[in-house]
């Protein structure tokens, strides 16, 4: 389906763009009179594609929701855990391949625009970052995933996560304070900074958010193996 491919795509496209954007714009700005970590910087437009990504997922699944498309997959393939493993390996595997390309892209094009504050792949946790930053993407894909299959609707799941990504993350986190750090998102992202002082470290942040994608894809999982067509 178009949309399906045209969410993978933007996932590339949208972070691109954004990256462009604020590192022509204000990138060098920014960094001579920031002290904020410069690694973590330079993946600041995966905020955007990260949307893309659920996206991505949720209408990858919620295709199947369509005009009795699962009843025509499950005579194809009756036994319901294998279709929805090939399905969730298909998904994660373009969104992983995706986010990969998309994580190390966004980081050489916005150095080009930084000058003298250009970083490289060998300043302090680039290169783990940039590997990181396409799992994360992969795995936020999966977790979109997972929620449409349960409760069958694109629309329903991106109306909820989006704004929780966007909006509600940040208000929990000034509530909640550290507890927020366990949320998929903000656990996730901990892998795009270069020091970790305190909170969750680079690869536990990304164990958490796998935790999360593996829940809803468990959850998804139930509901495809349970519930009629």
């Given at each position: 389906?178009?949309?399906?491919?045209?969410?993978?795509?933007?996932?590339?496209?949208?972070?691109?763009?954004?990256?462009?954007l604020?590192?022509a714009?204000?990138?060098?700005?920014?960094?001579?009179?920031?002290?904020?970590?410069?690694?973590?910087?330079?993946?600041?437009a995966?905020?955007?594609?990260?949307?893309?990504?659920l996206?991505?997922?949720?209408?990858a699944?919620?295709?199947?929701?369509?005009?009795?498309?699962?009843?025509?997959?499950f005579a194809?393939?009756?036994?319901r855990?294998?279709?929805y493993?090939?399905?969730?390996?298909?998904?994660?595997?373009?969104a992983?391949?995706?986010g990969?390309i998309t994580?190390?892209?966004?980081?050489?094009?916005?150095?080009?625009f930084m000058?003298?504050?250009?970083?490289?792949?060998?300043h302090?946790g680039?290169?783990?970052?940039?590997?990181g930053?396409?799992?994360?993407?992969?795995?936020?894909?999966?977790?979109?995933?997972g929620?449409?299959?349960?409760?069958?609707?694109?629309?329903?799941?991106?109306?909820l996560?989006?704004?929780f990504?966007l909006?509600?993350s940040?208000?929990?986190g000034?509530?909640?304070?550290?507890t927020?750090?366990?949320?998929p998102?903000?656990?996730?992202?901990?892998?795009?900074?270069?020091?970790?002082?305190?909170g969750?470290?680079?690869?536990?942040?990304?164990?958490?958010?796998a935790?999360w994608?593996?829940?809803?894809?468990?959850?998804?999982?139930?509901?495809m193996?349970r519930?009629?067509?």
């Amino acid at each position: 389906m178009r949309s399906v491919s045209g969410s993978l795509m933007s996932v590339f496209g949208a972070t691109l763009c954004i990256t462009v954007l604020v590192f022509a714009s204000v990138g060098q700005a920014e960094a001579s009179g920031a002290t904020d970590d410069p690694v973590f910087s330079a993946f600041y437009a995966l905020n955007f594609g990260q949307i893309a990504a659920l996206a991505f997922g949720a209408t990858a699944v919620s295709s199947e929701f369509l005009d009795g498309a699962l009843r025509i997959s499950f005579a194809a393939v009756p036994r319901r855990g294998l279709l929805y493993g090939c399905k969730m390996l298909v998904v994660g595997g373009l969104a992983l391949g995706v986010g990969l390309i998309t994580s190390f892209t966004t980081f050489f094009v916005g150095q080009l625009f930084m000058g003298d504050y250009a970083i490289s792949l060998g300043h302090a946790g680039a290169l783990r970052a940039a590997f990181g930053g396409g799992i994360y993407l992969g795995l936020m894909a999966l977790f979109a995933a997972g929620l449409t299959a349960l409760l069958r609707s694109a629309v329903a799941v991106l109306s909820l996560l989006i704004p929780f990504i966007l909006i509600v993350s940040f208000v929990i986190g000034d509530i909640a304070g550290d507890t927020a750090r366990f949320l998929p998102d903000q656990a996730g992202q901990s892998v795009l900074h270069a020091h970790h002082e305190a909170g969750l470290g680079p690869w536990t942040g990304l164990a958490v958010t796998a935790g999360w994608a593996g829940l809803a894809l468990l959850a998804g999982w139930w509901s495809m193996s349970r519930r009629d067509a």
